[in-house]
Every structure is written in C-alpha cells, then in structure tokens.
C-alpha cells in the first residue's frame, strides 16, 4: 500500500492557475475514476474538494477540477485566491478495496 | 448538519491498548459507511480502516491489520476503533470520515491526538 506521489509543494501569485499531479500505480488507479481530493488547512480537519476524479461536491467552487490520465490524477485551481493556501490530499480507492493517500502538496499563495 | 465527533484519545504507553469513539449525527447513521484516517505530527494522511454500512466488509491498512478493529453501535450512531498492541509509530491525530459519494471521504470529524509513549 504504497502512497500515491504527489510534489512537496507549489506555488502561485493570486489569480493564477496552479496544478497539482498525483502518480499512483495500476493497482492504486486501475480502470476505476475513484480519485478524491481533500484541502487541509493548518490546523483544521481535511475537507473533500473533488471525488470521483472531475466532480465537486456542493459549496465548493468552480475554480477547483480535476482530471485523471493514465496512472496521474492532477487537480487545478484556477484564479488563486489566499484562503486557498492549504496542504492538499489525492486518494484512491485500490484494487484491494482499501483506499490510499498522497504524501500530500503544500500550496502557496505568493 | 452533519457532524462527527470523535473521543477517546489520550496518551498511553507501548504495548497497551485505547478505544476511540465517533458520534454522528445529522444524518441517518445507518445508511452511511465509515473510515478512520490518521495522520501523525508533522506528516501527512495515513488510512487506516472502513467499515460498510452495514458491517459487511472491514478493511484495514497494513501496518495495523491484526492490532486494529473498527465497529459500530447502530443505537448509539457510534464508530469505534479498537486499538491493540499499541507501538509509538502509531502516534497522531486519528480522524473519523463518513464514507460519500463515488468512495470518497466526504465529511470528517475534528480529530482525537493518541500518542504512544513511556
């Protein structure tokens, strides 16, 4: 159950677009689209922003997407805002029905 | 709203045991699958067991099958996690996750800090 690979961080200056890949193996992806991505905040609990690899759960909003090519998931944040400034999560379900994080991507908000 | 409150951490020495406990409400209890997922100081998620909604399936991470057991009390809209044979590699915030659309976690408790230490 090795941990999906994510890069340490990011960064942008507010308004930009950043782009956050996450690398698992065919086990961990394989033909399913069950991909979620959760923000963290320091301090505070892990909040799901994107499931099912492009879909976003209500209040989130459209400035978060995701999508998934081959083995790499990645999630887009597009006209960066401070209050995005946040670790962030991937997760899969894997081919053993468990299910497994990435080492998690520090974004900055410059 | 949904909630989840998770109870029972503390600090405990190598070897012992501790159960946690997560309260939900804000929803019907019974219809829901539930995860717990750690994360230790400083580090990132770590996942750590599901259980189905109707207790059919418990799956557990590796590094805590044999030594972990997660539960519910439908009457008591209560997950538990029975944790066994405690090491200091198991030290951090363990949270509770309601199990959401599409295998997602999509709501999670404010976390219960367990530290193993002598």
């Known amino acids: 159950q090795s941990a999906l690979t994510q890069p340490p961080s990011v960064s942008g200056s507010p308004g930009q677009s950043v782009t956050i890949s996450c690398t698992g193996t065919?086990?961990?992806?394989?033909?399913?689209?069950?991909v979620s991505w959760y923000q963290q905040p320091p301090g505070t609990a892990p909040k799901l922003m994107i499931y099912?690899?492009?879909n976003r759960p209500s209040g989130v909003p459209d400035r978060f997407s995701g999508s998934k090519s081959g083995n790499t998931a990645s999630l887009t944040i597009s006209g960066l805002q401070a209050e995005d400034e946040a670790d962030y999560y991937c997760?899969?379900?894997?081919?053993?029905?468990?299910?497994?994080f990435g080492g998690g991507t520090k974004l900055t908000v410059l | 709203q949904v909630q989840l409150v998770e109870s029972g951490g503390g600090v405990v020495q190598p070897g012992r045991s501790l159960r946690l406990s997560c309260v939900a409400s804000?929803?019907?209890?019974?219809?829901?699958?539930f995860h717990w997922v750690r994360q230790a100081p400083g580090k990132g998620l770590e996942w750590v067991a599901v259980?189905?909604?109707?207790?059919?399936?418990?799956y557990y991470a590796d590094s805590v099958k044999g030594r972990f057991t997660i539960s519910r009390e439908i009457s008591k809209n209560t997950v538990y996690l029975q944790m066994n044979s405690l090491r200091v590699e198991d030290t951090a915030v363990y949270y509770c996750?309601?199990?959401?659309?599409?295998?997602?976690?999509?709501?999670w408790g404010q976390g219960t800090l367990v530290t193993v230490s002598s």
């Open positions: 996750a309601r199990a959401g659309q599409g295998y997602s976690l999509d709501y």
């Open positions: 804000g929803f019907t209890f019974s219809t829901y699958g």
């Open positions: 259980i189905w909604y109707d207790e059919s399936k418990k």
């Open positions: 065919s086990s961990d992806f394989g033909s399913y689209n069950r």
């Open positions: 099912d690899v492009t």
């Open positions: 997760s899969s379900y894997t081919s053993i029905s468990t299910w497994v």
